[in-house]
């Protein structure tokens, strides 16, 4: 016997025009447990939040670190639709760290490039280092990084941060130049959004029920507070007052 195919039948368009003809009920059964199976992986991420955080004269505030952290657990808890990076790139550029605030993921690469054509150092905190090329010290790292020739690739050096929360925000520093400064933020949760100008952050593929929000600035001198909330399929709204006052930072 000489076989030709060994190709499905279920496959094949006449099986199936036949078999829903002669089994309708098999069919209904299964688009019930299709439309269930929809609706319950639209269930997982039904809740959106905008929070709006404010200075202490009620300006909106930029660089405020919004981190979510929903009860939920395992499959109820689904995955954040933009988490934090696990790279990212600082330069300094008229003797500044920019951007000021850069908010990644544990275990995130972060790249610090010298665009400047004079020497920088790049200080970093103790909290979240765990490798600095070859050096690394208990006491936190500082590296001297040359200033860019023209005509030549800037000089950079990249460290690997992993310790989360609000003592993992690493304090950059420059041992040349007091004036500047910058935070890297290691958040514990992959719902983590820095303000812009307008001091508002907003998400929208958080799961429904009880949450935690915290909201980190670098001026703050006492660790943020934890703020529970529920989490719905309504647009949740929650405003934040801050007891600070930003810097004017150099143009």
């Not at 039948?9 to 036949?18: G, I, N, V, Y």
């Not at 950079?156 to 609000?166: M, R, Y």
């Not at 949760?189 to 915290?214: F, I, N």
Request: proline share 8%; glycine share 8%; with cysteine.
């Amino acid at each position: 016997m000489k076989i030709t195919s060994c190709a499905n039948p279920l496959a094949e368009p006449r099986f199936h025009t036949t078999f829903r003809r002669t089994q309708p009920h098999f069919y209904r059964r299964i688009a019930a447990v299709a439309c269930l199976w929809l609706a319950h992986a639209a269930a997982i991420h039904a809740a959106s939040l905008q929070v709006t955080v404010v200075d202490r004269e009620g300006k909106p505030l930029a660089d405020a670190v919004v981190i979510v952290v929903p009860a939920a657990t395992g499959a109820a808890r689904g995955a954040a639709k933009s988490p934090p990076p696990m790279q990212a790139t600082i330069n300094q550029e008229k003797m500044q760290f920019v951007p000021a605030v850069t908010v990644v993921a544990p275990g995130a690469k972060v790249r610090f490039v010298n665009s400047d054509a004079w020497d920088h150092h790049v200080r970093l905190s103790a909290p979240g280092l765990t490798n600095f090329g070859t050096a690394a010290a208990p006491e936190g790292i500082a590296m001297r990084m040359e200033g860019k020739t023209e005509g030549k690739p800037a000089k950079s050096v990249e460290v690997t941060l992993d310790k989360a929360g609000p003592l993992g925000a690493n304090l950059l520093g420059c041992y040349i130049h007091g004036s500047m400064s910058g935070h890297v933020y290691v958040a514990d949760s992959p719902w983590a959004l820095k303000t812009g100008a307008d001091g508002a952050v907003a998400m929208d593929d958080l799961p429904d029920g009880a949450a935690t929000v915290q909201v980190w600035h670098p001026l703050l001198t006492v660790p943020p507070k934890l703020q529970p909330t529920t989490l719905g399929a309504a647009l949740g709204k929650l405003n934040v007052q801050l007891d600070v006052v930003p810097r004017r930072r150099r143009n």
